[in-house]
């Protein structure tokens, strides 16, 4: 009788225990370039989920469960991407606030998609991430962000108006995500009516453009378009400065973060950019601004969209009342808006973000700032 109430003492212990064991800690991967050239994007992602986690803890978690954050290190590299991508699903994790670079996120999705995760980039803007997704019947493959042929849709026409007859370059760093974007303004801009005098890839990663800014020098370049990122735009701004040759740089938004001035320096004065509505301006990230500023970090470039995707995940869940990544990202696509620190969103049935807007940045002394157009 004694080791029978022992016994039914564990049973009831066990019993009791049952809620506490489904209230266990929910893990989101946050996946981007923490390491290499461009680990001021990955630290962007990084600050901005481990805001959004800490708030939504401090809440009371996602139905009771506290996010717990799990980092990784992609660089940007396409292979690396799935490396990390292959691991992550075999670690059971289902939802990604990632990757950064379309050339990541594209080979990764397919490794999430065959797995059923729930992958959302907050950065990746190449359209063939979710087309390719919807192409192939994949439900959990999202973006929290812009796509290419919206962002050139927006400045390709600009571009062609503003200077119409003056001699206009366009070049790319060879990327999925740079080239895309390249293309894209390219094609708007030609609808536009203004042909570019010059269509070029470049090597991302050198250190001597002098073979470049000669030719820019040859064709009298008066305006650039570069799809690319802050190293090598910083570099060929330097050495054109350096050959006394001036233009106006046009960029999409990978510079919106203060190391391209590190690069540049003054060379980069006046340098415009392309960036989704600036996210620091809405009234419903002003709370999470201070508490990152608090922590010394100003939230640039995508930190509030990694956020926003934390947000979304959590969001999902609850709607969903679930954590089956198909029934959350369901729930995110049903037309109901969602409340973020970049605004309200809403998802089309790829996944993609409706009614983005962009402002046009121009850096001076060392910061950017939206101007008019």
Not at 240 to 261: C, G, H, T, V, Y
Not at 337 to 363: C, H, M, R
Request: glycine share 10%.
């Amino acid at each position: 009788m004694k080791k029978l109430g022992i016994l039914n003492a564990a049973i009831v212990g066990l019993m009791m225990s049952a809620p506490v064991a489904f209230a266990d800690d929910i893990t989101f991967s946050v996946v981007g370039p923490m390491t290499g050239q461009l680990a001021t994007i990955g630290d962007q992602f990084k600050q901005g989920a481990q805001a959004a986690a800490d708030a939504i803890n401090a809440a009371g978690g996602v139905d009771g469960r506290q996010i717990k954050l799990d980092i990784e290190d992609d660089q940007c590299d396409p292979k690396q991407a799935v490396s990390v991508a292959n691991r992550i699903v075999a670690d059971g994790v289902k939802f990604i606030d990632g990757h950064a670079c379309s050339g990541s996120s594209i080979p990764a999705s397919a490794v999430y998609a065959e797995a059923g995760a729930l992958m959302m980039s907050p950065a990746s803007s190449n359209p063939v991430l979710t087309d390719a997704a919807a192409t192939a019947g994949w439900s959990t493959i999202m973006r929290l962000y812009t796509r290419d042929d919206a962002q050139g849709a927006f400045i390709g026409p600009w571009i062609a108006k503003k200077y119409a007859g003056k001699n206009v370059v366009v070049l790319h760093d060879k990327s999925a995500y740079g080239q895309g974007v390249a293309d894209a303004v390219k094609a708007t801009m030609n609808a536009g009516g203004l042909k570019e005098v010059m269509y070029e890839g470049i090597n991302a990663g050198e250190k001597d453009y002098a073979a470049l800014v000669t030719k820019l020098k040859e064709l009298k370049a008066d305006v650039v378009y570069f799809g690319g990122y802050h190293p090598e735009a910083g570099l060929i701004l330097r050495q054109s400065a350096e050959q006394n040759l001036k233009f106006q740089l046009i960029m999409p938004d990978s510079i919106a973060s203060p190391e391209f001035w590190q690069v540049a320096g003054p060379a980069g004065e006046g340098t415009m950019f392309v960036f989704p509505s600036d996210p620091q301006a809405k009234p419903e990230a002003k709370e999470a601004i201070e508490k990152i500023k608090a922590g010394g970090f100003v939230p640039e470039g995508f930190t509030l969209f990694s956020y926003a995707v934390i947000q979304a995940f959590a969001e999902g869940i609850k709607r969903a009342g679930s954590d089956d990544p198909v029934k959350v990202a369901e729930a995110l696509k049903n037309g109901t808006p969602i409340s973020t620190v970049v605004g309200s969103v809403t998802f089309d049935e790829k996944g993609d973000l409706k009614n983005a807007s962009y402002d046009i940045n121009q850096w001076h002394d060392g910061k950017y700032a939206p101007i008019q157009p």
